[in-house]
């Protein structure tokens, strides 16, 4: 389905909104145009290509990851314990910088591949 938009769900408050947002107007990955939009918990996760999960949505973040789960969405998370419990990458902050940990075996079960440069920045977690 060429052309179709490569879709961003937003679990919680959207950070994207505003100028991050109005950067990724109009812009593609190869040749989707990408799309923004919020994500409710209770819905089917699978018109997503990437759901990233807010920190103020610490108490549905099992239903989003059991609900993706053997998927091909990818999981972004900033909630403490995301990649244990099956995300497939956590952002996090250590000493006042961006850290990211990536999840191989969750990465694994789906059909989306992790550079092996974005790996090597990573904490590897397992769940």
Known sequence: DSGAPLTICVAGENPFQGEI????????????????????????????????????????????LASTKGSSILTVGEVNGFAEHGGIINLTKDDNKLRFEVNVNAAAQTKLKISSKLLALAKIVND
């Open 21 to 64: 947002e109005q950067s990724l107007s109009g812009r593609t990955v190869a040749g989707h145009p990408i799309e923004v939009r919020k994500f409710n918990p209770q819905e089917d996760p699978h018109g997503c290509h990437m759901i990233f999960v807010r920190a103020s949505e610490r108490k549905v973040t099992p239903r989003i």
